[in-house]
């Protein structure tokens, strides 16, 4: 336990992380207020405990876990029951072609099929392939096993796949099943 921490400890460790943060909690709630308010009180929780916090280790990692609390907090506290359902999270027996994406898709294109695929998943691939955080990481930022990480992960990019490949169409770019099926 650290019991000389100063504000430029705290500063220096945990204030590079604050556009990441913010970034993050206005793509899980979609409303800046909201978004912002999580984020200052990620941070209120984070200085109160950093004195548990050992220097050196990864503080982007320790917020975005007290980050994640914070809003299922607020969420259980305004809607007073899960917002998650637990989803049969059974891996896939049979691997299924997935079409590719094309190169061409405009940032907004991407990011507004990203807000369609439900929250949990988007959670994980957020987290994943955006702040490339390791599956553990993710475990324990969001407080749940690994296995059902790799599944939200892999069910995630599955639907954001889909919801791209919808897009790709209006570029007339389509899923050629027949073609594939020669190459298989």
Not at 41 to 69: D, P, V
Not at 77 to 84: A, M, P, V
């Amino acid at each position: 336990m650290n019991t000389s921490i100063t504000v430029e400890d705290f500063e220096s460790a945990a204030m590079p992380h604050l556009n990441d943060l913010y970034r993050t909690a206005l793509r899980i709630i979609r409303n800046q207020t909201e978004a912002e308010d999580a984020v200052q009180e990620t941070y209120y929780q984070a200085w109160k405990s950093f004195h548990r916090f050992e220097i050196g280790t990864n503080c982007r990692a320790w917020l975005f876990k007290i980050l994640f609390h914070v809003i299922n907090h607020q969420r259980r506290k305004i809607w007073r029951w899960s917002l998650f359902a637990d989803i049969e999270e059974a891996p896939c027996e049979t691997p299924t072609y997935e079409s590719p994406v094309p190169q061409n898709l405009t940032d907004e294109e991407v990011l507004q099929a990203f807000e369609k695929i439900p929250q949990h998943y988007r959670e994980v691939v957020l987290l994943a392939d955006v702040e490339e955080f390791s599956y553990k990481e993710i475990s324990s930022a969001l407080d749940i096993p690994i296995g059902t990480v790799m599944s939200r992960l892999n069910r995630g990019r599955k639907l954001l796949r889909e919801e791209l490949a919808g897009i790709a169409e209006g570029y007339g770019i389509r899923n050629n099943e027949e073609a594939v099926a020669a190459f298989v």
